[in-house]
């Protein structure tokens, strides 16, 4: 592809890229310029999956991918309580990447086989643990066994 | 024609004092030639259980997670606790 100097101001002009995409390092190559996507992976990852208080009895995950572009993550996962035992609060699942200093409200979803409830998913600071609630606060181990939590979060690292 | 499939851990990083995150990378090649890479990643912490990890990875989790960092790390847990409802 042939390279023209533009001159400072200008817009350079829409730039055809070749059939094998943009490639990043597969290692970052981070960047202190706020203009520069410095880079880009995606892949699957495994969750650890535990509850607020208590114990689970019985867990397992599905579907669980990412992508990461620049300084944001993407996750998606869905996660099945087949067993509740006696765990209560939150129910918390370890992310690819831990998050930055700031409190997010990384992640929102679904229960999709029991009672259909909204949920919600907070990141403190510095971790990378979500910590899933119903739309209203209360606990998701509520639902019973056999619920199912259909979880997509999106966070900055 | 002979495909190749290399596993191996190319990552792993210390963030926040205590998460440790690790990717594992599955490049496959054929006749010496890339092929395709995919990426899995996992994030453990002071509570994990790493028996099951490379040496490499344990040895990383067991220099970072000193008795202060485990100290810290449970009075995390227990403020995230208090606030996860």
């Not at chain 1, 579907?63 to 993407?74: M, P, S």
């Not at chain 1, 099945?80 to 930055?100: D, E, H, K, W």
């Not at chain 1, 606990?139 to 966070?155: A, I, K, L, Q």
């Not at chain 2, 990426?39 to 994990?48: E, I």
Request: charged fraction near 15%.
């Amino acid at each position: 592809m042939a390279l023209t100097q533009v001159p400072s101001g200008m817009i350079a002009p829409a730039q055809t890229l070749s059939v094998n995409g943009v490639t990043f390092p597969a290692t970052q190559s981070a960047s202190a310029d706020a203009n520069t996507l410095d880079d880009y992976e995606e892949g699957t990852w495994t969750p650890t999956i535990s509850s607020g208080s208590g114990t689970i009895t019985t867990s397992s995950f599905s579907g669980a991918k990412y992508t990461k572009i620049g300084n944001v993550v993407e996750a998606t996962v869905n996660i099945t309580i087949t067993t509740v035992g006696t765990a209560g609060g939150s129910c918390n699942f370890t992310l690819p990447f831990t998050g930055t200093n700031t409190v997010q409200i990384a992640g929102y979803g679904m229960e999709v086989n029991t009672n259909g409830a909204m949920l919600k998913g907070n990141l403190q600071a510095n971790s990378a643990t979500e910590q899933i609630t119903s739309y209203n606060n209360t606990s998701p181990f509520s639902f019973g066994n056999g619920s199912v939590f259909v979880m997509t979060s999106v966070y900055q690292i | 024609m002979a495909l190749t499939e290399k596993i191996e851990i190319d990552q792993i990083e210390i963030v926040a004092n205590w998460n440790i995150q690790v990717r594992q990378a599955t490049v496959i090649e054929r006749d010496g030639q890339f092929v395709s890479r995919t990426f899995h990643r996992w994030v453990l912490q002071p509570d994990s259980d790493i028996s099951g990890q490379e040496q490499k990875v344990k040895d990383i989790c067991n220099a970072a997670w000193t008795p202060a960092v485990k100290v810290a790390y449970e009075a995390f847990k227990a403020e995230q606790a208090a606030r996860q409802l």
